[in-house]
């Protein structure tokens, strides 16, 4: 019974932690494919994947990983989102992840600007500014420039926003980066009213695109221009400006074009030119243009008392309008639509989880039920194996005694053996197997009748030693057969030297020649000696 409830013990265990293994890897699948999509600069296949994840079955590092993505790619008005994000940029920087802790900061940034927290904003630009300088970063550097210039216009310290921007025309290398440094100066130059100053910042823009022959920024700081010359009332300069600037400009800015020349027009009292203008404009696709130069023209035609021209372009213009607000109608359901369809996957996502769970935790159970079946039947098994091991122990043990009594028969046997083979008379002459002897080195000399004497009691006494030996070993010699005769019945190294008139290395070296003929197949790591008294 005991087994049996650790048995039911384990499967729970088990059960628990392959639902936890499972939740684990698929989190961490759509957080490795969270993080392809991030780099990639697809957002929204990164929150979807985001999305899809489990955070309460993250581990620790996944979890600031997730909350690094999620406020990379979305700016959350979440309640403590901003203590999140702190948290997260801490982690990373007492782990030393200097990567992972500069996105942080920025997301941070981006933070603070949102919450317009100006004084904390400053000072996180600071102390970036001081790691940037301790690396040597000169490209982070400037990053951190164009930040404080936007935080310092953003707070309305225009000022300081321009000491800034001075900074980065010194600092930024390609042209490109400097003429639009150029035309950032000259919009807050002419926010500060100093027209002047701006329009030497935008001519100097405007030389290096000429050179570069930029024609898309040309037409960009045409715009810039325009603003310029329309806050000072310089209507003509911005005529021929504008006219200066058709070179430039791509099929979807014709529309805009002719709009702010008729409006240009409009302004220097020249209603025939600015009616044509409007005229064209009232033909582009943009809805939104074509309204507004639809209206104009109503009301010069309502001025002029042609009041059929003038209801015909309002009611044009009244259509266009109604179009535009139906198709912001239809993208409106349409966004609301896909949030729907969005919340939609997102409850089919976690019922789908709970059904995984359910599944899976279906599965143990049934697992749960064969195990214990399954611990009832070997604790049954066990029983049955236990009393015949019992049995089997008794067998052997009773095999045991009987292998001890025929051992000890068997060295009964072998001392009558060496006692016989002692009284034999050519074993009297070696000391070593007779106890009345004393070694010493003088030879020893046995003659042919002898050795074939000591063979043949060998064979008598150990089932045919020699003939067993010569057939495992071919290339055994007579010589060789007779020194393992002599080595099995243990005579002595100086009893061998004394037969043989060598010295104790020579027969150490004759040992080796007959155990190398022997092979190591035959000799299974034994020793001559030992492989000869087994054998």
Known sequence: MKNRH?????????????????????????????????????????????????????????????????????LSKEPGAMEQIMQTAAYYEERGDTAHLEQMRKVLLSNYRYEQMYAQADSLLRRMHRDYTDRNDSASIRWICSMRSALL??????????YYIDRLIAMDRSSRQVRYRYSQKADLLMDMGAYAEAEACLDSAKAMAAREQDREYLYYLSERYRKLYTQQGRYDELLALLQESRQYMTRRDVASHNLYRAQVNELLHREDSARYYYQLVAQSENLFLASEALYHLSQYYSAADDAERAYHYHQDATGYIDQVFRAYQSQAKSNAFNELKLQSEIDNLKIGRQRQTIIILSLLLMLLTLAVGIAWLIQKHKRKA?????????????????????????????KLREVLIRKMEVFQKLPSLNDTLHEDNKAIRITDREWKEIRTLLDTEYEQFTSRLQAAVPDLTTTDLNFCCLVKINVSMQDLANIYCINKASVSRRKQRVKDKIGNELLQGLTLDEFLQRY
């Open 153 to 162: 216009e953003q707070q309305g310290q225009t000022d300081s926003a321009l």
């Open 6 to 74: 650790s048995m039911t013990y384990i499967a729970l265990v088990l059960m628990v932690l392959m639902v936890a293994c499972t939740t684990r890897e698929r989190n961490a699948e759509w957080l490795q494919q969270a993080e392809a999509y991030h780099k990639a600069g697809k957002v929204d296949s990164t929150l979807a994947c985001l999305y899809k994840i489990n955070e309460e079955r993250l581990s620790v590092e996944d979890s600031y990983a997730f909350l690094r993505l999620k406020y990379s790619n979305t």
């Open 386 to 414: 236990m009393e015949a091991r019992q049995l089997q122990m008794e067998q052997e043990n009773l095999l045991l005694r009987q292998a001890e009594e025929l051992n000890l028969q068997r060295e009964k046997a072998n």
